[in-house]
């Protein structure tokens, strides 16, 4: 066993015997050639903590120096004279696109990277966004109550390309594109809406801060109206000089209750068809600074003769939705009285559509069909300096069951006043509250009793 284990021995010492004698750097080749000395840059006496960091340029890993850097003598170096094209040597060019990154674009690559070692990937000399900040104003950019998520989170390359770029302020894609790839909803909605906002089709940057900004999604201004008047100036006057505002600007969502800012099937950026959006508040009664509102969507359903414009789904016929400076939010003056001396002006809301001489015309046979042969009961019953009964002492504006809008009552004073009203294929009769009953007849005029107190 003895001598076994001494064999042993002797063969595993063999290798040792055999490997080439190093002495301080200097290797013995083929027996009779001596190496010269190869010194490295990195020693204790020399850049001692150099290629420890956790990422390392390659030829400092490797001790390649002498690639970047060209020996004139001993410990002596040329200094770089060009460091961006001694980088595009091996990193190639990176000036080959329509925006080029400022610092590329000067050669200056050592501004962001590291030419030897980093606790950065890529040896950069900070991270994230710390690097970006480094040139570029970090209380400008993030200055804001919110911050776009990518610049909270550091990744400003999640919309900007670092060296180069096709696009404007080196993003990666153009203009919306670069938003839609975090926000593919938007992109699928504007593909196919009838109608989108300009601002949007300009850019989501006409109202949207891709940094920071102080309300709520990054908005350059309060969203819900402040944001919307610095287009809408015109609305802006609108809104602040009504007598009578909407008062869906006073609630939290503002513009927005009927708008879109982005997209829509319905002009105007409406949400909802025109009508429908109106009875989506207006389907229950109200309080209004000028007496009740009434429930407009029992009205409707409940009446089946509509008026023009509501039968066109359009209550910005008549109505402001904005504000106005007239009772209802009207477009035009409408008299809120039973009787009021005949003025054209007391019926400026019905003239906008109807015939200005339906009451200005004592007699007719074209103008209208409430006549006695051709005696224009229009006239009769409007064009009065005293007690000329207003547009409303007879019919609804909105619908009723009977044709012409005709009312089956009215409120007079505290008392809703009948109207009695029949109809006939050539004319009709009324039994009010406020005389005994008439009878008209276009084709053979019917002679009434004189009222009783003028017997």
């Known amino acids: 066993m003895g001598k076994k284990f001494l064999i042993m ?29 190869k010194e490295s840059c990195i020693t204790d006496k020399c850049h001692a903590k150099m290629g420890k960091d956790k990422f390392i340029h390659g030829p400092v890993a490797v001790g390649e120096c002498e690639s970047c850097h060209k020996k004139t003598g001993k410990h002596k170096f040329e200094p770089i004279a060009d460091v961006g094209k001694l980088c595009s040597e091996c990193h190639g060019q990176l000036t080959t696109q329509k925006v080029v990154h400022a610092p590329v674009k000067q050669g200056q690559c050592t ?88 601002p949007v089709q300009l850019g989501c940057v006409s109202c949207h801060s891709p940094h920071s900004g102080n ?4 908005l350059a201004a309060e969203g819900n109206r402040e944001l919307c008047l610095t287009c809408h100036s015109d609305k802006e006057k609108e809104t602040k000089e009504a007598a009578v505002p909407h008062k869906a600007l006073d609630t939290p969502r503002k513009c927005l209750a009927c708008h879109d800012p982005h997209v829509s099937n319905y ?19 109200y309080n209004g600074q000028n007496g009740p509102i009434a ?61 200005k001489s339906i009451a200005g015309d004592e007699t007719t046979t074209t103008l ?5 042969g051709d005696r224009n009961l229009h006239f009769v019953h409007v064009n009065k300096f005293v007690k000329g009964r207003t547009c409303r002492a007879c019919h609804d504006a909105h619908a009723t069951n009977n044709p012409k809008h005709i009312r089956d009552k009215v409120p007079f004073a505290k ?22 009953k008439y009878s008209y007849d276009r084709v053979k005029p019917a002679v009434n009793k004189p009222p009783v107190s003028a017997r």
Not at 13 to 19: D, G, I, K, R, S
Request: with cysteine; proline share 7%; net charge positive.
């Open 9 to 37: 021995i002797i063969l595993a010492a063999l290798p040792l015997v055999f490997l080439p004698h190093r002495d301080h750097g200097r290797v013995s080749a083929q027996g009779n050639e001596t190496a010269k000395t």
């Open 111 to 198: 501004k962001c990277h590291s030419p030897h070692q980093s606790p950065n990937k890529f040896q950069l000399r900070a991270s994230g966004s710390d690097l970006c900040f480094l040139c570029h104003d970090k209380t400008v950019l993030i200055g804001g109550k919110f911050v776009h998520g990518p610049v909270a989170e550091g990744s400003c390359s999640t919309c900007h390309n670092m060296h180069q770029s096709e696009f404007p302020k080196l993003l990666i894609a153009e203009g919306n594109e670069v938003c839609f790839n975090c926000h593919p909803d938007k992109a699928d909605a504007i593909k196919s809406a009838k109608f989108v906002h300009p």
């Open 368 to 372: 209208t069909n409430f006549r006695n």
């Open 415 to 436: 008392w809703q006043l009948p109207i009695g009203f029949k109809k006939t294929d050539t004319g009709g009769s009324c039994l009010p509250g406020c005389h005994q």
């Open 215 to 218: 309300y709520q999604y990054n």
């Open 295 to 355: 429930n407009m969507k029992a009205i409707l359903d409940n009446n089946s003769d509509r008026h023009g414009p509501i039968k066109e789904g359009d209550c910005s016929g008549c109505h402001n939705p904005h504000g106005s400076p007239n009772f209802r939010m009207l477009r035009e003056f409408f008299s809120q009285l039973f009787y009021a001396s005949y003025n054209p002006d007391n019926y400026k809301l019905c003239f906008m559509c109807h015939e």
């Open 267 to 285: 002009a105007k950026q409406l949400t909802k068809q025109p009508a429908e959006l109106c009875l989506s508040c207006h389907d229950r009664d």
